[in-house]
């Protein structure tokens, strides 16, 4: 009887111990950072490279980011006018996981299409502030440098 009792006890401490670890990397998974960044001002488009080149940094790469632009913003991502140093730190950007999204509207106003964008960018069909807001939704964090 008192074999049993010890099989149990430790059948039950072994089975603790593996939903801990579970608990564990579900929490660890739950921690890492979304944020959604809002572009839409031309002349901020290298100051929000910037910051989201820091933001990679500062959490070690523990984070989702998700790139907005609309509006005038979107120019500054055209193939044939980005400059240089923007084309370059926009595809290291994406090389670590940012998702740029363009407005579909804002595409269809100034007759661009993703062909005339920097590599990378995804169409936010719906629209840019409609796909803002399904982000935060999502638990995304809302940042507007």
Same mark, same amino acid.
């Given at each position: ?24 990397? &579900? ?48 120019? &500054?991502?055209?193939?044939?006018? &980005? ?18 999204? &363009? ?43």
């Amino acid at each position: 009887m008192l074999r049993r009792d010890i099989f149990r006890a430790g059948l039950a401490g072994a089975a603790g111990l593996f939903g801990l670890r579970q608990v564990k990397a &579900a929490a660890a998974e739950e921690e890492r950072l979304k944020v959604a960044y809002h572009l839409s001002d031309v002349d901020k488009a290298n100051f929000v490279l910037g910051n989201i080149k820091n933001h990679y940094e500062g959490t070690g790469g523990n984070v989702d980011i998700v790139l907005v632009v609309h509006g005038p913003a979107l120019a &500054a991502f055209k193939t044939k006018a &980005a400059s240089g140093a923007t084309s370059s730190r926009f595809a290291g950007l994406v090389q670590q996981g940012l998702v740029p999204q &363009a407005c579909g509207n804002t595409m269809h106003g100034m007759d661009i299409t993703l062909a005339d964008l920097l590599a990378g960018f995804q169409v936010a069909d719906k629209g840019g502030v409609v796909k803002l807001a399904e982000l935060q939704r999502q638990g995304y964090v809302y940042l507007r440098p």
